[in-house]
């Protein structure tokens, strides 16, 4: 049975620069009713450029924005019906709680007794519902982003967007806060666009992830479609820790490739989405975690090589390592419920991993 | 010695100045008024204030061009204000300098060239029966309007820059949360906003007040002899009549209505809300 799709939103080839800088190039999306969508890359890549004009403090300077089917190219923002959530938390200080979230009510003119009701329902929904009469500098930076959350909810936005929402806090909150998200999103069901530079927020929280670069989009798709087959280097390195190796194709035999990368190592991979040629310039990705390390040569394992253990960093749940293996240093994170995780620096060890997990790519040009 | 003490101890040579300079002469000031001509104790000088009608009328004068001044001070000053606060640092700087490069040049000095320029053939009376708008030239000087737009000209600066600053203190994603909840820029402004700085303006506005209810040198020049005020008056009864009591009972009577009226004024704004929001 085919359900038909209702996109909320719709980004054809937006353009926007700044100057003759151009920040944001050919930016195409159409996002679901009650997708959750994240806009992830680092500081400068025009996420928050992109969100600006989804929220109408910018004007795109080509292509065509759709909220709801509708054009809204030049429809200031406080006539598209939006939520927003800052980094800066940007509760009114002289307004309390409770006037803070009546405000966008008042607007819309809502009678007092539902406003109240309201203002009621919202502040249980993020689970402060004591704090109405306090004043923003009373409340700690994780109640302030929760009742700019409700603030933003509390007017049934058409959409909601969040931009870093989760940056000011500190490691625990933020986590916290994060799960908060999710809940949220899982009762409500509003859209949501979602504007990070964590990877690992990003890969929590969303249906779907747009992988920005230099004003360019490199990916659209899953987290575990971004995770796992990469549309570019750029979105295989920014979504996670890597070892990265140069090499070229020295036989193919069906699904299986041999490389043999500049530092003189072979190495096998199979299951690759890219077709290759025999002598093709590649780069070869092996994530940390796919890295077993061991005191024993496995030899029914192609992929092996013996190295030198140099550093290891033990982070609690996985112990980080670095092991020098002559051409290649590699880094290897071995997890707690491993019985090898207690790693010492200084000995010998053989680095192993598994075909399927090698990522080959051709060399990018430029 | 312990910190605290020591910085106190650095304020010294100046509490010591300020004792010798301001406090005793004022003292001093004050057990004048309360002398009368053989300097035994009288309250004459201050019932006499009362009694007569003519110093009410000028003290209420004193009040009615200050408080213009700081209308007009405020309504100019308020944009400016609001375009450093949305100004690039280096613009800042520019409209911080124009600003208070007037106060390089002597208040006599200005309050010549507003005689110039808004005098009978001054150059704006010129323009306007030029270009027909009037017949008869408009009187811009020796009145209360020309008080008020020399004071504002003097004291126009300190409004701007008290405003300024509490919006530069402003989160400007404030005013981006109230347009995207629904607020129009104008809403944004009275709902936000204006509220945001209340302090800069409560400031400026004291501040202009203060100023103008003791300016002596703009109405002396600008207002001549039909528009005195306090302080022109006690200058003429020390200077001219030589009744230093009674000069001193104004001065004083001056320097008590503007504390009255700036305390029942910043009482006013200043309601429980306010220092709840803004007490640092």
């Known amino acids: ?366 | 010695m312990n910190k605290r003490l020591s910085i106190t101890l650095l304020t010294a040579p100046a509490m010591i100045v300020l004792l010798g300079v301001f406090i005793l002469p004022m003292l001093l000031m004050l057990m004048l008024s309360f002398q009368d001509e053989n300097q035994a104790f009288t309250l004459q000088n201050y019932t006499l204030f009362v009694q007569d009608s003519f110093y009410v009328e000028i003290l209420w004068r004193t009040i009615r061009v200050s408080l213009w001044t700081v209308l007009a001070t405020l309504l100019l000053g308020f944009p400016v204000a609001m375009y450093m606060a949305q100004a690039t640092g280096k613009m800042r700087g520019i409209v911080t300098m124009l600003i208070l490069a007037p106060h390089l040049i002597s208040v006599v000095i200005r309050n010549f060239g507003w005689v110039v320029v808004l005098g009978e053939k001054g150059w704006i009376n010129e323009m306007l029966m030029k270009l027909g708008l009037i017949e008869q030239p408009l009187r811009l000087l020796y009145n209360e309007l020309g008080v008020v737009i020399g004071l504002t000209d003097s004291f126009i600066a300190y409004m701007v820059l008290a405003i300024a600053t509490s919006l530069y203190a402003i989160d400007p994603s404030l005013s981006k949360a109230a347009s995207i909840l629904g607020a129009s820029r104008i809403r944004t402004f009275f709902t936000v906003t204006l509220p945001l700085c209340l302090p800069g303006i409560i400031a400026g506005t004291t501040l202009v007040f203060s100023l103008s209810m003791s300016a002596f040198v703009t109405p002396a020049l600008m207002g001549g002899t039909s528009v005195k005020v306090m302080p022109v008056i006690a200058y003429e009864q020390i200077m001219a009549t030589l009744n230093w009591p009674l000069g001193a009972a104004l001065a004083f009577l001056l320097l008590g209505s503007t504390i009255l009226l700036v305390t029942l004024y910043t009482k006013l704004i200043e309601t429980k809300r306010y220092k709840e929001v803004f007490a640092s």
């Open chain 1, 1 to 366: 049975m085919e359900v038909t799709k209702v996109i909320d939103v719709e980004l054809r080839g937006i353009m926007k620069k700044f100057q003759n800088n151009v920040v944001v190039q050919d930016f195409n999306l159409q996002v679901e009713q009650g997708e959750f969508i994240s806009f992830l890359g680092p500081s400068g890549c025009g996420k928050t450029t992109t969100l600006n004009m989804i929220a109408g403090f910018l004007d795109p300077d080509g292509g065509d924005l759709l909220i709801k089917g509708q054009r809204m190219n030049g429809v200031p923002p406080y006539k598209r019906e939006l939520g927003m959530v800052f980094q800066t938390y940007s509760l009114f200080p002289h307004m309390t709680v409770a006037e803070n979230i009546a405000y966008g009510l008042k607007l819309r003119k809502i009678g007092k007794q539902e406003m109240q009701d309201r203002v009621k329902r919202v502040l249980e929904l993020v689970k402060l519902p004591n704090v109405a009469d306090r004043y923003p500098k009373q409340l700690s930076g994780g109640q302030r982003q929760r009742i700019a959350i409700a603030r933003a909810l509390v007017i049934e936005p058409s959409l909601l967007l969040l931009d870093e929402p989760l940056s000011n806090l500190d490691a625990k909150l933020r986590e916290e806060l994060r799960d908060e998200l999710k809940r949220l999103h899982q009762e409500i069901g509003v859209t949501t666009i979602f504007v990070t530079h964590d990877q690992e927020e990003a890969l929590a929280l969303s249906d779907r992830i747009v992988v920005l670069n230099h004003g360019f989009v490199e990916q659209i798709g899953t987290p575990l479609e971004i995770y796992n087959q990469p549309a570019s280097e750029f979105v295989h390195t920014f979504i996670g820790k890597t070892n990265r190796m140069e090499g070229e194709v020295i036989a193919i035999d069906g699904d299986t490739l041999t490389l043999r990368t500049t530092g003189g190592l072979l190495v096998q991979a199979t299951g690759q989405q890219r077709a290759f040629a025999l002598q093709q310039k590649v780069v070869i990705f092996v994530r940390p975690e796919k890295i077993k390390l061991s005191d024993a040569a496995d030899t029914a394992q192609p992929n092996r090589v013996k190295g030198h253990l140099q550093l290891a960093s033990f982070l609690g749940s996985y112990t980080e390592c670095e092991v020098a293996t002559g051409a290649h240093t590699l880094s290897v994170k071995v997890q707690m419920s491993d019985k090898s995780a207690e790693q010492e620096a200084g000995k010998t060890v053989y680095c192993q991993w598994n075909a399927e997990d090698v990522l080959v790519m051709p060399v990018e040009r430029g």
